[in-house]
């Protein structure tokens, strides 16, 4: 099963991209697709997470700023990550996931993206 994002690259402080995740291999509507990301020399961290049939959310605390909103597009089998006012310490690679559950752990995802990286400069 293959995850696919794309949508990052180079981005100035206070910029705004927005990352794409899409798949067909999954029963989709089942899931719930989070976005994680990894710094370098950090661990990965949850981002974000939406349940693909209800729609419903869940934000890490730092992600409750506005600065990120995770929405689905069913039609399309895709979910999406806006960043909105992207700092330095946004610079990551960023991964979707698809699971069962909407949580904030990565181990309780069985499927992931290979990763895109987002660069975020001065």
């Known amino acids: 099963v293959q995850l696919v994002e794309s949508g990052g690259g180079l981005v100035q402080t206070g910029g705004s991209l927005r990352l794409s995740c899409v798949t067909s291999e999954i029963s989709w509507y089942d899931n719930c697709i989070g976005w994680f990301r990894q710094a370098p020399g950090r661990e990965r961290e949850f981002i974000a997470a939406i349940k693909m049939d209800s729609g419903r959310t869940r934000y890490a605390e730092f992600a409750k700023s506005g600065r990120f909103t995770i929405t689905r597009d069913n039609a399309k089998n895709a979910v999406y990550l806006q960043m909105n006012g992207l700092k330095l310490e946004d610079t990551a690679v960023y991964y979707c996931?698809?699971?069962?559950?909407?949580?904030?752990?990565?181990?309780?995802?069985?499927?992931w993206g290979q990763g895109i990286q987002v660069t975020v400069s001065s």
């Open positions: 996931a698809a699971g069962l559950v909407l949580v904030e752990v990565d181990y309780r995802y069985d499927y």
